[in-house]
């Protein structure tokens, strides 16, 4: 049976806080007009079927509803769905592990990536690295989450290619952010009639989809996306979280043009990589190449620019000695990410790898000492173009994401928006790249920042700047937050790739909280 212990003042307490984050309404705003619906429902003992997840060699029974609306006016009414699998144990008055119906955690995982729509995951599917042929693919991060007695609700969100029938855009920014909140609502607001603790709500996501994980746990109960959750219907409840999991975050968007200049700006051949998208998976086939003189330009401009963003942060480090760069891109900051380099390193050789052919790195007496970040990098190789993320030529990704209904493509930067060779191109406004960015959250009383953080970026990821992840985690340190945050070695643009060392951390995590 699920406690009831907690329905009526639950219940009482999710409409309250839906009712006293709601954002004071622009009178004008369509959805202040918008009238209240009832948020959608949720029935324990109905609509689900009987599954038996495995991960390795353990398995459970578990009640699976898939394709469960979490908003009750969907935009996209596909992709605005999530799937949510509970262990029959909680139906039953039983524990698995240390878990029960009431305290059991609810992992949150999203598939979203290269910021496109994302079907909500399943116990089968994975996000994880390709097995070597002729091996079993290891379990999905779902079933592992549910053999260890979490609950484990998928969202799908919308993306940046969604069209409706009128040819309007349905899923540019912010809308994979707004519906991941809207999930974490329906969790919230439905948590006394549904097993699991929805007070320990830990997402989990990687590249855009970590991006997202880390921007839903940046910015719990931010009115800025009020607008948007009420229009769609949302269940009025908060959407703080517990924990996030971010592997490899495609985030600061904004700056993150800068911050790859300011790691890459000094290595001119690439190695690209062609992204295309078949259904919603994202297929990469690399290209190499040389700048041109005119992107070289552009890359030392923006590698310019990134100290002043940097120093404007006012990091600090563990002993609070400030973390900065001088107007060469040198100083405490880049040793910071050095040192983080080199303790990837380290580990690696304690576990027995050979690095001896890393010219780059100096090693003595097995440990170690020293490291050339440049010549690093240039081993690593560049993969994007100048300017990375907000393209002159409005060929990104992310110059899609940041599209609006009637258009597809814009700038989200005022460097690319005056370096444009596209005529007649457009910017997106503040409001919405800030609803995007989580560093605009953190160290800010208008939001509730999760309290425990998990992030990984590999030392060969090239698909965005060192710097984004250590300006994330930092921030975050120095606000106060738990923040584990290590760049795996030699690993390159992926997640889910430690289940053990995850799912050991979230069991940390969640003990201490009780
Ligand atoms: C992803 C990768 C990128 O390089 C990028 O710019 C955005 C998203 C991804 O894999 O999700």
Redesign the pocket.
Known sequence: MIPRRTFTLSLLAASLAGACSATPMNAASSAARTPASPPPPFDPERGYQRREVRAGDRTVVVRAWEGLAYVSRPVEPQWQVMNLYIPEAYFQGERIGRHDARTAPIFLPNS?????PARPGTPEGRFGPPPAPGQTPPPSAIAVALTRGLVVASPGARGRTLQAADGTWTGKAPAAIVDLKAAVRFLRHHDAAMPGDSARIISNG??????MSALLGASGNSADHEDELRALGAAPARDDIFAVSAY?P?TDLEH?DAAYEWQFGHAHDYRR?E?SMLDYR?QRREVAGTLTAEQIALAQALRASFPAYLNTLGLRDAAGRPLQLDASGRGSFLDQVRALVMASAQQALDAGADLSSRGWLRIAAGRVIDMDFDAYVLAATR??LPP??DGVALD???NQLFGSRTVDKRHFTAFSAQHSRMAGASRADERTVRMMNPMHYIGQSAATVAPHWRIRHGTMDR??SLAVPVMLGTLLAQNGIDVDLALPWDRP?SGDYDLDELFAWIDRVTASAR
């Open positions: 979203i990536g290269g910021y496109m990687t590249s855009a989809g970590g991006a490899c495609i993150a990589i992204m994202v993969m994007k990375a993320f990104t990704g992310e698909d965005t643009h």
